[in-house]
């Protein structure tokens, strides 16, 4: 029997170290992403600046110090990619954890770090509400956003898709910029400039405002019902789950986490409900992209 309990757990512990392993290696696929936009941002930052002093146009100027809420939020993305990418084990950003020998230990301390991502993501988003300040920046931009988004599915990040709505907002702005600028060129309309700078500001308060909301209800430990809803039909789609009278999904990071509460048969013995939770996990791994998965047996009769 202890053989048995030690295969298990050097296999649970194998099952960790390799979704960890992942998640790492994405987190630095993610972590280059954000410093190639740091960069690409100092870039527009200083040229549109530029533009904006010799021309005296307000809404490039708001346009430049737009771009510069970038640096400063896409640099807060990377310190929170950094602490949940951190590989020490034995603190969380500096304050000391419980027994690191024991799986559930690590695993908690782990999907904890994780949750950082999530934090400065919200954080982030509050700056792009407070901070609100052309047609050169689109292009740079749209690479930018094309990069951060394909990067943010493939990884299922939240920062980079956060960073990737920043740019588009970006985009946008932009495009509104240049085209407020040309029509104050071509005919004189001087007042463009201020309506300009006034939409700027509202799509850069509605951008940080989505993702503040969104971060926010992950940190409150909200999850989309109807996704509840689709993992309830995936367990129920195995014969011997009789009812699923309770399922809870967390985020942690880019992570989802399971906790399912499930009806099976009283003559059901350890070995056959092991199997049958095993089975369950692998389903919603491979079908949902579900990280890890608790299930709770209860019998249909005593």
């Not at 972590?31 to 600046?49: G, H, M, P």
């Not at 943010?152 to 970006?170: E, F, H, P, V």
């Not at 992950?218 to 809803?229: G, M, Q, S, T």
């Amino acid at each position: 029997m202890v053989k048995k309990d030690n295969s298990y757990e050097e296999n649970e512990s194998m099952t960790w170290e390799k979704l960890q392993s992942e998640q790492f290696k994405n987190y630095r696929l993610v972590k280059r992403s954000l410093v190639f936009n740091v960069l690409t941002y100092v870039l527009i930052f200083l040229i549109e600046y530029g533009l904006a002093i010799q021309s005296g146009a307000e809404v490039l100027k708001a346009d430049a110090f737009n771009n510069l809420s970038g640096i400063i939020s896409t640099f807060l993305l990377i310190v929170g990619i950094h602490i949940a990418s951190d590989e020490d084990e034995t603190r969380l950003i500096g304050f000391p954890v419980s027994d690191q020998n024991e799986l559930s230990n690590r695993k908690r301390v782990r999907l904890s770090r994780f949750r950082f991502e999530t934090i400065f993501t919200l954080v982030t988003s509050i700056l792009m509400i407070g901070i609100v300040g052309a047609g050169i920046s689109v292009i740079l931009i749209l690479l930018i956003y094309i990069i951060n988004y394909s990067s943010g599915k493939k990884t299922n990040s939240t920062a980079l898709l956060a960073s990737a709505q920043d740019s588009l907002g970006d985009i946008l702005t932009s495009v509104g910029t240049a085209a407020s600028i040309f029509a104050m060129w071509k005919f004189g309309i001087r007042w463009i400039d201020s309506i300009a700078s006034i939409v700027i500001g509202c799509f850069i308060l509605y951008s940080g405002f989505k993702i503040f909301l969104e971060s926010s209800l992950n940190l409150a430990d909200y999850f989309n019902p109807r996704k509840e809803e689709k993992y309830k039909k995936m367990i129920l789609n195995n014969p011997q789950i009789k009812s699923v009278p309770g399922l809870t999904a967390h985020y942690n990071g880019s992570l989802v986490t399971v906790e399912a509460e499930v009806i099976v048969s009283g003559k059901m013995i350890v070995k056959e409900s092991f199997i049958l939770a095993e089975q369950i996990e692998e389903t919603l791994k491979q079908e949902c992209g579900v990280s890890d998965t608790k299930i709770i047996f209860y019998p249909n009769e005593i």
